[in-house]
């Protein structure tokens, strides 16, 4: 068979119209995303058409995750709502209880009226020292609730906690308080070096529970006639402000021009003294109250002599009883545990006297 020749024009033009068509068709399409996810590479012509739909893509992927955050937030939103319901109701009936028990602690520990209530420090380790306060001139049991309601006079032995609540050392506080009825727990931590702290505390305590004329602290080494103190502070109920005791150690309030510790004072300054004793004289000197030195309350032995009651005693002859006695050299009576019957029947005011002042 024989083949026509097709003529170079036929050829030309035939080349032309395929370079048209493969330009056409190439317009309509772009290349593929490579392999590393780099954004595609958009030819020149529609760019502005293509751009557009995957801006439209990614504008449902954000709105998806958005409406996915905003129903997470509104779960989120319901469940504190509830848990605020619950809190709020858990916070009504804690105040409501609370104010039920504040109701009853204030029916049970109403402010009563009194006329000396007496604190007397004591520690853990001091069993033996109440028992013989109590064998000697502190009535026990009915006696004490008598005393208190007939002649207006508290007495209580004062004790915080441990540093454990609850501890065996608390126990056995609780236990001899159910015998003998006779301690003030005070919100405090038992240690020798916390005495002044404790000593504030029992004054703030007290202050709230008796509404008293007078508020007297000793310490559980001290024999007390209860007599001679109660006719000894009714002399000074008339005056106001007053503080009554027995300055042993001499000024504790320095004031301008006197030198302590080498150092110069411009105006009365006020100590902290790791004596409780001394703590207290120098805030109720702070206080500018009526200091009294009422000598009866330290009947104590001069150095040298061995003991109390050489200086008690004559003081009874003369008929000045003492209110508190002590060893000088202890600032109580030394060996006290032994000492205080003896002290108590050369000294004491007699098993009646209390029963027989007039207040």
């Not at 006079?153 to 236990?175: A, Q």
């Amino acid at each position: 068979m024989r083949v026509k020749p097709v003529s170079a024009k036929t050829i030309l033009f035939l080349c032309v119209a395929c370079f048209l068509a493969g330009t056409l068709f190439t317009g309509q399409m772009w290349t593929s995303p490579s392999s590393n996810h780099e954004s595609p590479v958009l030819p020149t012509r529609h760019n502005g058409v293509l751009k557009r739909k995957i801006i439209e893509g990614e504008s449902g992927d954000v709105m998806e995750e958005v409406t996915k955050t905003h129903q997470a937030i509104k779960s989120l939103d319901k469940a504190i709502s509830t848990l605020g319901m619950e809190l709020t109701a858990s916070k009504t009936s804690q105040t409501s209880g609370q104010g039920q028990h504040l109701r009853q602690h204030s029916s049970n520990h109403s402010i009563q009226k009194a006329f000396v209530v007496i604190g007397i420090n004591t520690a853990f380790s001091s069993r033996k020292r109440r028992d013989s306060i109590r064998e000697t001139w502190l009535p026990k049991g009915d006696k004490l609730k008598q005393l208190e309601k007939e002649k207006g006079i508290v007495v209580r032995f004062m004790i915080g906690h441990s540093t454990t609540l609850g501890s065996i050392l608390d126990k056995s506080i609780d236990e001899e308080d159910a015998e003998h009825h006779d301690f003030l727990r005070l919100d405090h931590i038992e240690g020798y070096h916390e005495l002044s702290t404790k000593t504030r505390l029992f004054f703030s305590t007290v202050t709230s529970m008796w509404d008293a004329e007078f508020y007297v602290k000793i310490d559980d080494d001290i024999h007390l006639n209860l007599g001679v103190l109660v006719n000894t502070l009714a002399k000074y109920r008339s005056r106001p402000r007053v503080y009554i005791g027995c300055m042993k150690s001499g000024p504790v309030l320095y004031q301008k021009g006197v030198k302590y510790h080498e150092a110069e004072y411009w105006k009365p300054i006020l100590h902290r003294y790791a004596n409780e004793d001394v703590s207290l004289g120098t805030w109720l000197l702070g206080l500018e109250v009526e200091m009294v030195d009422e000598r009866s309350m330290c009947c104590g032995t001069p150095p040298g002599v061995l003991f109390v009651e050489a200086d008690c005693e004559w003081k009874a002859r003369s008929g000045n009883m003492c209110v508190a006695s002590y060893d000088w050299k202890c600032s109580g009576i030394c060996k006290s545990v032994e000492r205080m019957k003896d002290v108590h029947k050369a000294c004491g005011e007699g098993d009646g006297a209390v029963w027989n002042v007039e207040i």
